[in-house]
């Protein structure tokens, strides 16, 4: 997930970086990191995406369907991974 979207989405909903983070109850630094691709985590980013009212989901090829492989062994199996934020 690209934080800079993030940010984007942020502005459009017009909140500050302070908004988000009293929000998540983190500081203001931990938003701005987010943001900056610092910081990727799903958590994270997950925490984020609630306080903006939407939620993380992971889309994989379809050869991975039914299968029990981690996150950076699908990444490595097919090429991508797509985190989103969906509304």
């Known amino acids: 997930m690209d934080g800079h979207r993030l940010a984007e989405r942020r502005d459009a909903m017009g909140l500050s970086q302070a908004d988000v983070a009293d929000r998540m109850r983190v500081p203001k630094s931990r938003v701005s990191q987010?943001?900056?691709?610092?910081?990727?985590?799903?958590?994270?980013?997950?925490?984020?995406?609630?306080v903006l009212g939407g939620?993380?989901?992971v889309r994989a090829d379809k050869s991975l369907?039914?299968?029990?492989?981690?996150?950076?062994?699908?990444a490595k199996s097919m090429g991508r991974v797509?985190?989103?934020v969906k509304e």
């Not at 987010?34 to 609630?50: D, H, K, L, N, Q």
């Not at 369907?65 to 699908?74: F, I, L, N, R, Y």
Request: aromatic share 6%; proline share 0%; glycine share 12%.
């Open 34 to 50: 987010i943001e900056r691709g610092e910081i990727s985590t799903v958590e994270a980013i997950a925490r984020y995406a609630e």
């Open 55 to 57: 939620s993380v989901f």
């Open 82 to 84: 797509v985190l989103g």
């Open 65 to 74: 369907e039914g299968s029990s492989v981690g996150m950076k062994s699908a």
